[in-house]
């Protein structure tokens, strides 16, 4: 499928699951079009990228019609492989970890997760928010090929080592929500999400650029 797909940047690849939730829910409510402008007031993205981006989609929008939202919506239902569960698996079912397994992001997208682990005893042989939680010791013998992508949620000391277990069960993503750098493959791909950080840095930014608006 993705072969007939052209090769869009990653800056604007990342873009597309914000641009596919918010055309999702107009389509929802009956409407069929949708100029940049609005588009850009919705996402927060300025609309001259934002017509560039919808360029790499051959979706040319009209002067003072805009662009089609059924075209752009199955354009980024292909794209995103909306059609096709990514099964996920997350270690860690602490504080962070359980407000995943009961979010499961089914609303957004198609992401699933799908099984969890931990080392605690207590959790062991439990279900949360249905996503059955197992022993680290298993993680081998459950974690099967249609699971590429894995969510860290421990404590930053297992992260790594965790981590090259997952890699040798061939998961392609992580997405590191410890404080932890982790060393993998180059062809593993890694986001890490610090929220302390990411919470620290806003209130810095709050606090010597009040007047500013976001640099995203
Ligand atoms: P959070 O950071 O998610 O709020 P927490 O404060 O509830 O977590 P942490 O000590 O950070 O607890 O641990 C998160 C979860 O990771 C716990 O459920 C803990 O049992 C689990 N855990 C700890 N060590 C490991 C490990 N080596 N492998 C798998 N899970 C682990």
């Known amino acids: 499928m993705s072969n007939e797909q052209p090769k869009i940047p990653q800056a604007t690849a990342k873009r597309l699951p914000l641009y596919y939730r918010f055309l999702k829910n107009l389509y929802a409510s009956g409407k069929q079009r949708v100029s940049s402008a609005e588009l850009s007031e919705a996402v927060k993205v300025d609309s001259a990228t934002i017509r560039r981006d919808f ?14 939202v059924s075209y752009l919506l199955s354009f980024f239902r292909k794209t995103l492989d909306q059609d096709e569960i990514t099964e996920v698996a997350l270690v860690g079912v602490g504080n962070l970890g359980t407000a995943f397994l009961n ?59 965790i981590t090259d277990r997952l890699v040798q069960k061939g998961i ?17 791909r890694v986001h890490h999400i610090d929220l302390a950080i990411e919470l620290q840095s806003l209130v810095y930014f709050l606090k010597n650029y009040p007047s500013e608006s976001n640099g995203v």
């Open 103 to 161: 979010y499961n992001f089914m609303k957004n997208n198609n992401t699933k997760i799908v099984m969890a682990f931990d080392v605690d005893q207590a959790k062991v042989g439990t279900e949360v928010g249905g996503v059955p939680v197992y022993h680290l010791n298993q993680l081998e013998e459950l974690i099967h090929e249609q699971i590429s992508v894995a969510i860290l949620t421990v404590p930053a000391h297992a992260a790594q080592s």
């Open 55 to 68: 360029s790499y989609f051959g979706a040319l929008g009209k002067k003072g019609y805009g662009y089609n």
């Open 172 to 188: 392609k993503g992580i997405l590191n929500f410890t404080p932890a750098r982790l060393n993998v493959p180059e062809n593993i």
